[in-house]
């Protein structure tokens, strides 16, 4: 599976931003999704994640209450919605797939990232 990720922008604290992850091929309702993100000079972390069916998600504790993972499998596209930035949050955002019910902790497909700057 072949990932494409957008959405990213320049946003004020407070703000919202959608960011969305097209995928190609007929079998994404295979994949479970996730996003990670690396901030200016720190490691890659885990964001969220997604089964294939849509019936469980994951946050990591930071952004737990802000940030929303969804899916539309008709659409091979992955959703994060993320509520109430804050400078903290300012990272590449990463979409990433594993052909299986729960992305693992390496996932075998990655997006190219897309920029999430968050002023304050």
């Known amino acids: 599976v072949q990932l494409q990720a957008s959405g990213g922008g320049l946003v004020q604290a407070g703000d919202s931003l959608r960011l969305s992850c097209a995928a190609s091929g007929r079998t994404f309702s295979s994949y479970a999704l996730g996003w990670f993100r690396q901030a200016p000079e720190k490691e890659r972390e885990f964001v969220a994640t997604?089964?294939?069916?849509?019936?469980?998600?994951y946050y990591t504790a930071s952004v737990k209450g802000r940030f929303t993972i969804s899916r539309d499998n008709a659409k091979n596209t992955v959703y994060l919605q993320m509520n109430s930035l804050k400078p903290e949050d300012t990272a590449v955002y990463y979409c990433?797939?594993?052909?299986?019910?729960?992305?693992?902790?390496?996932?075998?497909?990655w997006g190219q990232g897309t920029l999430v700057t968050v002023s304050s």
């Open positions: 990433a797939a594993d052909r299986s019910q729960i992305l693992t902790s390496h996932p075998n497909y």
């Open positions: 997604i089964s294939r069916t849509g019936g469980y998600t």
